[in-house]
C-alpha cells in the first residue's frame, strides 16, 4: 500500500485525484449540498419547536422529554443506514451500476421493514417510557399524544433518508439537497396551519405538529421514488430489480450498520437517563435544555450535512482501491468540520441572549440560557471532529469504533460526569453543561487516536 501517511508533497506533483485543490473541491461538491439539506431538514424539528413553543413551556417539555425515547426507537434508521452507505457508495466507486441499484432497493426495502417493526413497539411503550422520563400531568397526555404520531410516520421517515443516501451514494448530493429543502419548507408552512387551525382547519395543537411532518415524509419519499424510477438521476431503478431484491444485502447492511446501530442506541439510552436528572431541576430548565439543543443542533447539522458528503466520498476511493485519496480527503474534511465548529462556538458566546430570546423571554428563561449557551459553546470544536471522525469510519464500512466510543461516551464519561457535578458537588444545571463538555472533548481524542491507526483504510465491503 502506499505511504498514506507522507502522500505526495505537494499539488504540482500530485496525481489529479489526489491534488489538495482537487480534494477539497471535491469535499466541497458533496460536502456544501449535505450541509444545507441537513440543515434544512433539522428545521422540521426547530420549526416545531418554534410553534409549540407558542403553546406554552409545558408542551415544549412534552416535546423534549418524548425526543430522548424517539432517538432510541429511530437508532434502527442509524443501522440500517450505516450499512447502506458503505454498501451503495462502494459498489458506485467499482463501477457496478447494476450492483448499485440492487442496493439502493434493498436499502429501501430493508427500511420500510424496521421501521414497522420498531415504530409498533415504540407505539405501544410511548406512555409507560415518557412517564419513566419525567412527564407529569398535561405533560404526559400531550408527550403521548405527539409522539404516537410521529411514531405512525416512521414507516415513511425512514425511506426518506435512503433516498437521501442513494443519492449522495451515486455522487448527486444536489438533488437530495432539493429534497431536503422542499420537504422543510413544507412542513414550515403546514405547521402553523394544523397547529393554530389557519385556513379552516381544525386547530390541533400539538397533533398538529406531528401530522405536519408526518404529510411531509409522505410526500418526500413518494417523490423520490418517482424520480428514481423515472430516470432523474443516474442508476435508475426498474420493476425488475425489484423482483430481484436480495435478503443476504440487507444483512450484510444490518450487519455493518449494527455497530453503529448500538452506538446511536446507546447515546439514546444515554439521554433517557439523563433527561429525568435535568426534569429534577424542574420544567424551565427542561424547556432552555430542549430549545437549546435545537438551536445547538442547528450549527452541528452543517457538520453533520458535510459527514454525510464525505462518506460517500471515502466509499468511492476505496471502491476504486485509492486509499490515499481515501485517508487525504478524510483529513481534509475533518479539518473543515473543526473550523466551521469555532466558528460557530464563538457565535453562539456572543449571541446567547438573541439564541435564548428566539424561544422565551423573561426569567428564569434568560438567564439559564445564557449559561447553557455559553458553557456548552467551549465543546463543539471537538463535537465537529467527533462528527466527522465517525464519518470517515462510516464511509470506509468500520463501524465498530462508533460502537466502542459511544458506549464509552455515554456510560464511562457523559454520565458519571454529570451525575458528580450536578448532584454530587450540587453544581445543578451548570453541572450538567459541564458534564456534556467534558464528554465532547475525551470522546473526539480517542476517536482521533482510532483513526490515526488508519486500519479502517483496510476494511473490506
Same mark, same amino acid.
Given at each position: 500500500m502506499a505511504d498514506i501517511s507522507t502522500p505526495t508533497a505537494d499539488a504540482a506533483t500530485a496525481p489529479p485525484a489526489h491534488d489538495p485543490r482537487h480534494i477539497l473541491r471535491e469535499i466541497w461538491r458533496m460536502g456544501y449540498p449535505s450541509m444545507v439539506g441537513f440543515a434544512a431538514t433539522n428545521l422540521y424539528t426547530l420549526a416545531d419547536m418554534f410553534w409549540v413553543s407558542r403553546l406554552g413551556a409545558d408542551r415544549v417539555a412534552a416535546l423534549t422529554i418524548f425526543a430522548a425515547f424517539y432517538w432510541v426507537i429511530s437508532s434502527a434508521n442509524m443501522v440500517a443506514g450505516a450499512g447502506s452507505v458503505a454498501i451503495i457508495s462502494r459498489r458506485y466507486g467499482e463501477k457496478d451500476m447494476?450492483?448499485?441499484?440492487?442496493?439502493?432497493?434493498?436499502?429501501?426495502?430493508?427500511? /420500510?421493514?424496521?421501521?414497522? /417493526?420498531?415504530?409498533?413497539?415504540?407505539?405501544?411503550?410511548?406512555?409507560?417510557i415518557v412517564v419513566m422520563l419525567g412527564a407529569t400531568g398535561d405533560v404526559t397526555t400531550y408527550a403521548v399524544t405527539y409522539g404516537r404520531i410521529m411514531l405512525i410516520a416512521l414507516i415513511f421517515n425512514f425511506p426518506t433518508w435512503t433516498a437521501y443516501t442513494a443519492l449522495r451514494g451515486i455522487g448527486q448530493p444536489r438533488y437530495a439537497m432539493i429534497l431536503m429543502i422542499a420537504s422543510t419548507v413544507f412542513n414550515a408552512v403546514l405547521d402553523p396551519?394544523?397547529?393554530?387551525?389557519?385556513?379552516?382547519?381544525?386547530?390541533?395543537?400539538?397533533?398538529?405538529?406531528?401530522?405536519?411532518?408526518l404529510i411531509g415524509f409522505v410526500l418526500t419519499v413518494t417523490t423520490a421514488l418517482v424520480m428514481f424510477f423515472g430516470g432523474a438521476f443516474k442508476v435508475r431503478l426498474d420493476w425488475a430489480a425489484v423482483r430481484a431484491l436480495n435478503p443476504k444485502t440487507m444483512l450484510q447492511m444490518l450487519k455493518i450498520g449494527l455497530p453503529s446501530g448500538i452506538s446511536s442506541i446507546s447515546f439514546s439510552l444515554g439521554r433517557m437517563v439523563i433527561t429525568p436528572m435535568i426534569a429534577h431541576f424542574g420544567a424551565p430548565v427542561v424547556a432552555i435544555y430542549g430549545a437549546g439543543s435545537r438551536a445547538i443542533e442547528f450549527g452541528i447539522v452543517i457538520?453533520?450535512?458535510?459527514?454525510?458528503?464525505?462518506?460517500?466520498?471515502?466509499?468511492?476511493?476505496?471502491?476504486?482501491?485509492?486509499?490515499?485519496?481515501?485517508?487525504?480527503?478524510?483529513?481534509?474534511a475533518i479539518m473543515m468540520g473543526v473550523a466551521i465548529m469555532t466558528?460557530?462556538?464563538?457565535?453562539?458566546?456572543?449571541?446567547?441572549?438573541p439564541m435564548t430570546r428566539i424561544f422565551f423571554s423573561g426569567p428564569p428563561y434568560e438567564e439559564l440560557g445564557l449559561v447553557f449557551f455559553r458553557i456548552n459553546a467551549l465543546s463543539l470544536p471537538f463535537f465537529g471532529a467527533f462528527i466527522l471522525l465517525e464519518g470517515a469510519f462510516g464511509g470506509a464500512g468500520d463501524t465498530v469504533p462508533a460502537m466502542v466510543v459511544g458506549l464509552i461516551h455515554s456510560w464511562l464519561m457523559e454520565i458519571p460526569m454529570i451525575y458528580l457535578l450536578a448532584y454530587v458537588l450540587d453544581y445543578g444545571p451548570v453541572g450538567v453543561w459541564w458534564g456534556f463538555v467534558f464528554a465532547n472533548i475525551v470522546s473526539a481524542a480517542g476517536y482521533f487516536w482510532w483513526f490515526s491507526k488508519k486500519r479502517w483504510l483496510e476494511r473490506e465491503v
Open positions: 447494476e450492483k448499485t441499484k440492487a442496493a439502493i432497493l434493498d436499502a429501501f426495502v430493508l427500511k /420500510v421493514i424496521l421501521a414497522a /417493526v420498531f415504530g409498533t413497539i415504540g407505539y405501544l411503550l410511548t406512555p409507560r396551519i394544523m397547529i393554530f387551525g389557519w385556513l379552516g382547519f381544525p386547530a390541533m395543537g400539538v397533533a398538529g405538529a406531528a401530522w405536519a411532518s457538520v453533520v450535512g458535510l459527514e454525510l458528503g464525505m462518506s460517500p466520498l471515502i466509499g468511492h476511493a476505496l471502491g476504486a482501491k485509492d486509499k490515499v485519496l481515501a485517508w487525504l480527503t478524510a483529513r481534509k466558528v460557530y462556538a464563538v457565535i453562539m458566546v456572543f449571541a446567547a441572549g
